[in-house]
């Protein structure tokens, strides 16, 4: 059955585009939406003949309360939803460093100059805590000290491009799940909690 998502962006709209390109030939519908009129990602959706909407932020419970998807997609979305727009479907969303460790804007700049030697990429469900939903999957990037940002920050946008359309695929599959399902948690914490031990 055709599963369809949703990808919301504020800006430049790169993941949005990997995922299109990934999910090209498959049996899924994409539809790009912006609370940005004039942002890249709606050109990016024009150009690849992706359905688009402008919407604006306010409307937001409006829209998804009207259009079920299977999984809406956060990429490079600015703004924090507030619970009445996430009780109406799922929301994950990809972030540029290994969260927790820096949450919020120019995590990429802030971890390099920052002089970790270890950061990447997490995808996380999302909260209307900033960055703070549980998290899915993540990927490590090392950075030596030869490293240069751009180096490192070219090596973070590609394993995002790599990594959302593969763990964005699983969910639809419903093989995404927590390892704490399997031991049978208190039905509160899913596992691991004092009371499940
Ligand atoms: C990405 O680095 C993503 O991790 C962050 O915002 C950026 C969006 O880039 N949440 P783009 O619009 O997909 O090019």
Not at 2 to 14: E, F, L, P, Q, R
Not at 86 to 113: E, T
Not at 149 to 173: Q, R, S, T, W
Request: with cysteine; proline share 4%; charged share 20%.
């Amino acid at each position: 059955m055709t599963k369809s998502i949703a990808v919301m962006g504020s800006g430049n709209g790169s993941n949005f585009q990997a995922i299109v390109e990934y999910f090209k030939g498959k049996d899924v519908k994409i539809t790009c939406v912006s609370d940005k009129l004039n942002a890249y990602i709606l050109e990016r959706a024009k150009n690849l003949g992706v359905d688009f909407k402008y919407l604006p932020f306010e409307e937001n419970a409006e829209y998804f309360g009207a259009n079920n998807f299977d999984l809406i997609v956060l990429a490079g979305y600015m703004r924090i939803l507030p619970p009445d727009v996430l009780n109406l479907g799922k929301f994950v969303n990809i972030h540029p460093s290994l969260l927790p460790a820096f949450k919020g804007k120019d995590a990429i700049q802030r971890a390099f100059f920052a002089g970790v030697k270890v950061s990447g990429v997490t995808i996380h469900w999302v909260t209307d805590e900033l960055d703070g939903g549980k998290i899915i999957a993540q990927y490590p990037v090392l950075i030596s000290n030869e490293m240069h940002f751009d180096e490192f920050e070219c090596e973070i946008h590609a394993l995002e491009h790599k990594l959302y359309p593969i763990v964005i695929e699983k969910i639809l599959e419903d093989k995404v799940f927590d390892f704490a399902d399997l031991l049978g948690g208190c039905g509160s914490c899913k596992g691991g909690c004092s009371q499940c031990h």
